[in-house]
């Protein structure tokens, strides 16, 4: 079945350093792929996505490419800030699977200090 | 963007009652609604699928008929959960969407942190 693979947490990063969030994934079809970030006491937010190979998704200076070469759609930022605290959730939805059902990773929590 | 709202945001209750969480999309109609299920510091794992008017399609290992889903209208779902024992205790998370298209936006609620005694 599909699955999303993120690194582990806590990450703690002092403001304006640049951040990475692994994610990688096995689907059986063309997956779709997202970044949702959940701020504290808050729901999911769709944060930024792709949709096929080497798409780039990017919002509020996040960037991720879908690498279909290494089933990979790692997040990026060039400078933290402390309001980026959060946790970060890859996700995939499968055409395959029809609809757009999502499956989540395990989620990343970023800790950004001053 | 679209907000969608969950309630209560937390509830107690004893062994052997039923609780029932509601979830609404405040400003567009959902025609399809999911029920998330967040373990600590695990991922959000789907338990079901809801279209509106239609009976909701759970995922393999969700008993349907002790978590009991209403998609009644295109801006509320409710989620009871029957006869609730402390290993149901978690977080459940609502998501409501304007459409099944695959790239289409799922916006969540907030969520609502059960507790069962």
């Known amino acids: 079945g599909d699955s999303v693979t993120q690194m582990e947490g806590p990450v703690t990063l002092s403001e304006e350093a640049f951040l990475t969030i692994n994610c990688t994934y096995t689907?059986?079809?063309?997956?779709?792929l997202f970044w949702y970030v959940q701020y504290p006491g808050e729901g999911l937010q769709l944060l930024l996505k792709a949709t096929k190979a080497d798409d780039k998704g990017s919002n509020k200076g996040f960037e991720a490419t879908y690498r279909k070469e290494t089933t990979s759609f790692h997040l990026e930022k060039g400078s933290v800030q402390v309001s980026d605290s959060a946790v970060y959730f890859c996700a995939l939805s499968d055409r395959s699977g029809g609809g757009n059902k999502l499956t989540f990773g395990t989620g990343t929590q970023l800790k950004v200090e001053l | 963007g679209a907000v969608v709202s969950q309630h209560p945001s937390r509830v107690i209750c004893k062994s052997g009652t039923s609780v029932k969480i509601e979830c609404r999309s405040l400003d567009f109609q959902a025609t399809t609604m999911f029920w998330y299920r967040q373990f600590p510091k695990q991922s959000l794992m789907l338990m079901a699928t809801s279209n509106e008017g239609s009976k909701a399609t759970y995922e393999q290992g969700v008993e349907k008929d002790k978590f009991l889903i209403n998609h009644a209208s295109l801006t509320l779902s409710t989620l009871t959960v029957t006869s609730a024992h402390p290993e149901d205790s978690s977080f459940y998370i609502c998501?409501?969407?304007?459409?099944?298209?695959?790239?289409?936006?799922?916006?969540f609620g907030p969520g609502t942190r059960l507790t069962v005694l």
């Open positions: 998501s409501a969407s304007r459409s099944t298209i695959i790239t289409d936006t799922q916006y």
């Open positions: 689907a059986t079809g063309y997956p779709s």
